[in-house]
Every structure is written in structure tokens, then in C-alpha cells.
């Protein structure tokens, strides 16, 4: 295996990120959507996160590298997200899966900039959309447009997955430094590289609340 441990990580956060999207997904399909229109399309959602999961896990056996292995370190922190930001109805699954998701995917499109392009093209598709943003778009817009009161509800809710996000990120790296160096590589001691980075994930950010209507 010739890539660095932090490549290793990046693919094997994600591998594990698109299986746990997939496992939710299809749970929210099953428990929480409201017409069976609505669970058919989240359960082609859940389908396409597993076509990603297995690209990655394809990957990473090219490299030399056992899935499993490359996925543990990443369970504890990415179950304990997913634990504390269980939705409680069907419109916070859909926040989760736009903004909650959203966040974590954009830090590791960031980390995966500077790579061997081979690697930052896999990356690229596996955080392809999907349709996913346009789906929760359209439901949540409708929803807020007709009960307007759920715009704060909603509003804490997102500050929250994202709050969750940042605090397991934290552990994330501070149990995989190596992967947090990936990041720091793209940017080494740059300070104003690094505030446009967070301007960049603020302004990502910022424009899916807009997109949603909260």
C-alpha cells in the first residue's frame, strides 16, 4: 500500500459515513416517511449511498487495505452523532439528511482538494448529491410555506445536527490525527487560508438553511 495512512482514514470515514446514510435512510423510509411515494424515493437514496459505500470499500482493497479496519475508528464517534441527532419526525430526517449531512460531507470534500486526483475524483462521486438536496428542499419548503411556526423548530434543530457535526469531528480527529493533517497540509500554518476554508463551510451552510426556508 503506497497511499498515507491520512488517505487510508479520508476513504475509510466515508466508506463508513455512506454505510451508516444508507442504514438510516432506509430506516427513516420505513418508519418515518408519510406516503409511500415519499418512502420510495429515500429508499432510492439509501441505494445510491450504498453504490458509494461500495466504491469506497472497492478502493480501499486496491490499496491494500482491510475495509473493516480502515472504517473502526470512525464507528464510535459517527454512531454517537447519528444517536444524539435521531429525528423525531419526518421533517427533522429531512433536515438531517440536507444539512446535518452536508456539513460533515463538506469538510471531507475539503480534505480530499489537494489529493492524488484519482482519489479526489473517487471522493467527488461518492459525495455526489443524488438528488438528496432537491428532495428535502421541495418537502420542507412546502411543509414551512404551509405551517410557517415550524420555521423555528426546525431552524434549532439544524443549529443542533451542525452543533453534534463539529463536536464529533473534533474527536474524529483528534483520534485520527493524521486525517486532521490532511486538512492542515492544504493549509500549514496559513491563517487566512484557514479562515476562508470556515468562511467557505459557513457560506455552504448558510445557503442550505436559505434553500430550505429557515
Do not use: C, N
Not at 125 to 153: I, K, Y
Request: net charge negative.
Amino acid at each position: 500500500m503506497t497511499e498515507s495512512p491520512g488517505v487510508v482514514d479520508l476513504l475509510g470515514v466515508l466508506a463508513y459515513a455512506e454505510l451508516s446514510a444508507f442504514l438510516r435512510l432506509a430506516e427513516d423510509a420505513a418508519h418515518l416517511a408519510p406516503t409511500l411515494t415519499d418512502r420510495a424515493v429515500l429508499g432510492e437514496l439509501a441505494v445510491a449511498e450504498y453504490a458509494h459505500f461500495e466504491l469506497l470499500r472497492d478502493r480501499l482493497l486496491s490499496l491494500g487495505a482491510d475495509p473493516d479496519k480502515a472504517m473502526s475508528p470512525f464507528v464510535e464517534a459517527l454512531d454517537e452523532w447519528h444517536l444524539k441527532t435521531t429525528p423525531g419526525d419526518w421533517l427533522e430526517a429531512l433536515v438531517k439528511a440536507y444539512v446535518g449531512t452536508g456539513i460533515a460531507l463538506d469538510f471531507y470534500r475539503e480534505a480530499a482538494r489537494h489529493l492524488d486526483p484519482a482519489i479526489a475524483d473517487l471522493v467527488d462521486e461518492v459525495l455526489m448529491d443524488e438528488g438528496r438536496s432537491a428532495f428535502a428542499v421541495e418537502r420542507v419548503r412546502a411543509a414551512v410555506e404551509a405551517d410557517p411556526t415550524l420555521t423555528g423548530r426546525l431552524a434549532l434543530w439544524a443549529r443542533r445536527l451542525v452543533g453534534e457535526a463539529l463536536s464529533q469531528g473534533q474527536r474524529v480527529a483528534a483520534v485520527r490525527p493524521e486525517l486532521a493533517q490532511l486538512l492542515v497540509e492544504a493549509v500549514p500554518d496559513d491563517q487566512a487560508e484557514i479562515s476562508r476554508l470556515f468562511a467557505r463551510l459557513t457560506e455552504e451552510h448558510g445557503k442550505r438553511m436559505a434553500a430550505l426556508g429557515i
